[in-house]
């Protein structure tokens, strides 16, 4: 089992940049990727951004393509999400969630995964 923690979120004005990020402990082999999913209020949660971790090949929801990068440091077992240009359409608790099945691209679409993080908010408002 592989255990996720996330951190970075704040109140940011419109326009401004935040880099959130989702540190990985545990079994983190047995998963093949990892990304990151938002849940704005009386919305459901929807994918934002996430890696394959084979070839590290990364995925984008539209509404975020330009603005938002996923990466990830092996080496720190952390995975980053730096949003720029942040809209207020983007404020949402955003969670870090892992899969371990392989889904390839459909990691950015499918919400039903296998390990969770506690969310970390993010508010963008002037």
């Known amino acids: 089992q592989v255990q996720l923690v996330e951190s970075g979120g704040g109140l940011v004005q419109p326009g401004g940049s935040l880099r959130l990020s989702c540190a990985m402990s545990?079994?983190?082999?047995?998963?093949?990727?990892i990304g990151w999913y938002r849940q704005a209020p009386g919305k459901e949660r929807e994918g934002v951004s996430c890696?394959?971790?084979?070839?590290?090949?990364?995925y984008y929801a539209d509404p975020v393509k330009g603005r938002f990068t996923i990466s990830r440091d092996n080496a720190k077992k952390t995975v980053y999400l730096q949003m720029n240009s942040l809209e207020p359409e983007d404020t949402g608790v955003y969670y870090c969630?892992?899969?371990?099945?392989?889904?390839?691209?459909?990691?950015?679409?499918?919400?039903?995964?296998?390990?969770w993080g506690q969310g970390t908010l993010v508010i963008v408002s002037a």
């Open positions: 969630g892992a899969s371990a099945r392989w889904i390839g691209s459909l990691c950015v679409s499918i919400t039903t995964l296998d390990a």
């Open positions: 890696i394959v971790f084979s070839d590290d090949s990364t």
């Open positions: 545990g079994y983190t082999s047995d998963y093949y990727s």
